[in-house]
Every structure is written in C-alpha cells, then in structure tokens.
T-cell receptor
C-alpha cells in the first residue's frame, strides 16, 4: 500500500521561529508537492520537485523554501514563521511527470502565534 | 491560479439519495481527477478521467466529462453517512506535472 507520511500532525510555533515540515514517501515517486489549504481558498501549490535536488515554485512560494536531498523525502521550510502562515499543509507525491494521481499525506496543521 | 470551480459549495442530502457535484475549468486539460477529503485529513484520489473519455464508473461513483463545455460532474449514487466529506476536482494539463485544484464541495449526508 502506498504511503506518504508527514512527520507532524499538529505544530504550534512562535512568530519568527524556523519551522521544518517533513514528508516521506515509500513509493519511489518522481514528483513531490507541498500545498497549503485554507478555508475559502482551497489548495494552493507552494513548491514541487520532480527530481532530487530539483525544485519548482508553485503559486505561492513566498516565505517558504524546500529541500529534496533524497528521492523519498521532501521538506518544507519556513525560515521565519509568521501568523499568516497558520494553515493546513499537505504533502503529496506522484509517479511521474504526467500530472497523474496524487497520493497525499494526512496533513500538518501549523499554528503560528 | 485556480482552474477548477466546484458547484455547489455545499450540499446536504438524505442518506440513500444521489449526490451530484459539478466542476468547471477554463483551459484545455489532459485529465480531470476527483478527490475526497474527510475533515482534518489528507485527500484521497477517487477517479481520473482523461480528456478523450466521456464517462467513467467506479463502484457508486460516476464521472462525466464534457470538454466542449469544460465541465465535469461527479455522481455518488445511494449515498451513505460515511460519504460525508469534501470533494475536490483537479485538472492536469498536457506536459505539466502539477494539478490545479478547485475549492471543493462540502457534502453532508443526513442519516
């Protein structure tokens, strides 16, 4: 069974803290994605990666960075968390570059105080 | 840049009834997908329909695609309380790795 695991389901951080959200997939997928989900705004793509050490900006990359040192792991980094980054963060992976089926993790709900 | 728009935003029906949700999009697509999300959880893929297909079935789910109208519908037949969730459409374009999601329809099935 395919699995995407996000390291933390709930996090509470303070403004200005550095935050790491980790995501691991066990399916040998090429692509990995980070979305954020907010009420009324749906899912918005932050960054994605189609290969190790490769990254592409999504629709809302400002305030975020990513790291993909190994194929199975894709990390989202908030260098200096702000209250407007309070959100649900969803990691996903897909097999190849064909805009196919996404496999999602359970989500990480981040609250920035 | 939101591509898909779901309609209605919220739908409440009685158990046993059919539920229909619609999705419209703006540009040409390679495929359209439907996902389900239970409250506070991740999304789960339900079904993918390619641009050269018009209808697809999976269990109690029926998806149609009309590329001339740039729209799709998801029908859930004989609804159950466990179908209560949010449903999202997502579009994939030729040559693009990423999907673009709509804002979802919140479906409530009343027992």
């Amino acid at each position: 069974d395919v699995k995407v695991t996000q390291s933390s389901r709930y996090l509470v951080k303070r403004t200005g803290e550095k935050v790491f959200l980790e995501c691991v997939q066990d399916m040998d997928h090429e692509n990995m994605f980070w979305y954020r989900q907010d009420p009324g705004l749906g899912l918005r793509l932050i960054y994605f990666s189609y290969d190790v050490k490769m990254k592409e900006k999504g629709d809302i990359p400002e305030g975020y960075s990513v790291s993909r040192e190994k194929k199975e792991r894709f990390s989202l980094i908030l260098e200096s968390a702000s209250t407007n980054q309070t959100s649900m963060y969803l990691c996903a992976s897909s097999l190849d570059r064909s805009a196919g089926e996404l496999f999602f993790g359970e989500g990480s709900r981040l609250t920035v105080l | 840049s939101q591509q898909g728009e779901e309609d209605p935003q919220a739908l409440s029906i009685q158990e046993g009834e059919n539920a229909t949700m619609n999705c419209s999009y703006k540009t040409s697509i390679n495929n359209l997908q439907w996902y389900r999300q239970n409250s506070g959880r991740g999304l789960v893929h339900l079904i993918l329909i390619r641009s050269n297909e018009r209808e697809k079935h999976s269990g109690r789910l029926r998806v149609t695609l009309d590329t001339s109208k740039k729209s799709s519908s998801l029908l859930i037949t004989a609804s159950r309380a466990a179908d209560t969730a949010s449903y999202f459409c997502a579009t994939g374009r030729q040559g693009a790795q990423k999907l673009v999601f709509g804002q979802g329809t919140r479906l409530t099935i009343n027992p």
